[in-house]
């Protein structure tokens, strides 16, 4: 089994947050001395963390259920709950992430680069925390909100500046291995290479990194072979470099179909064709894969290739080669657009941005925003007081005058939050006074819906 992962589906669920504590001061000569409920603790957070000594994706594949640790219920004596501890979870450099639908969430390249996958709930508020003026002694405290869980799927692209492609057994590791104090698997027998390989040059002032495609074949575009796992790994590459067998014992292959199918395959995964070519006649050290070489090396030339001879074997011709990479990699780097310094853009809500909306479903009405889903995630319907203060903060927040002008009558069906999981009430409208189109009015009583 090849201890090389490139690609996890990966199941991760953040901390949720403490329940907040609902609590009644008492000591000696002072049985009622006031609230003094702790708040919940916050959820910790799933963090993906870029560290350029992970090689691979390994780790989550052979355990891809991860979850990071909830925050603690708060206590009374004004203790808080304690926070729940970030779940860091280091990945390669060049980590992609999607969501379950192939959607793009993070690129993940350079060291210390940061996605939080999901996010920890918030802690509920303890009942000193919710004393007012007018609710001097709250009988209740906010539920912890539950941490966001999800699935995502982490692929990783090498992070190389050469990539070497060919058959297999044109000898593209042991070229690596000869540039390079890479030491990878080696063998006279196709598919000796099954992950890619990455080494690291030095020419003259330029230091770049070379990697190996391994498994292209006819078809590896479409999944045949070893291609469509790994073609991914020669995106993030500035250079390509054709590895061509000239002492091949195969009839049906020469340097040029080689060469053919392979760009082929290439063309039809996309994405490549700004990136420069070179080739690389290999195994020259053969008397028979010299001979060819020099025959088709011309043919190579007036297709615009720049064209070295080598042996990975004798390592005849591998320093031109690698200065001429090098000198490749430089003009390619040097012709990187210059990073612009991230500015921080604050945009502030409207002051008149209600901050939800009410949509239509049939016969009920659906109220949908971060605060009102919020709250009523944070609410303990057992308890009446709870449920009194969750209707006081919407009705604060507009959603029952907003509910008036969207046609609701007393008794409506309100559904708030998303479709699998609402929150499901008949409307008892409680309008306060203010302007004059609200008017005072008991809970549940409201003149202007009389007759409708």
Known sequence: MTSFVDRVVLHVAAGNGGHGCASVHREKFKPLGGPDGGNGGNGGDVVLVVDQSEPTLLDYHRSPHRAAT??????????????????????????VVFDVDGNQLADLVGAGARYVVASGGRGGLGNASLASQRRKAPGFALLGEPGESCDVVLELKSIADVALVGYPSAGKSSVIGALSAAKPKIADYPFTTLVPNLGVVEAGSVRYTIADVPGLIPGASEGKGLGLEFLRHVERCEILVHVLDCATLESDRDPITDLDTIENELEQYGGLNDRPRMVALNKIDVPEALELAELVEPLLRERGYEVFKVSAVSREGLRPLSFAMAAAVDRARA????????????????VDESGFE?????????IKGERPERWVRQTDFSNDEAVGYLGDRLARLGVEAALYEAGATAGCEVRIGKQDNSVIFDWEPTIEAGGSTHITARRGFDERLEGR
Do not use: C, Y
């Open 335 to 350: 012709a990187r657009p210059t990073a612009n310094v991230e500015r921080i853009v604050l945009r502030p809500k409207a």
């Open 358 to 366: 009410i949509v239509r479903e049939g016969e009920a009405f659906r």
């Open 70 to 95: 909830s925050g603690k219920a708060g206590h009374g004596s004004h203790r808080n709950g304690a926070e729940g501890e970030d779940l860091v979870m280091p990945v390669p450099d060049g980590t």
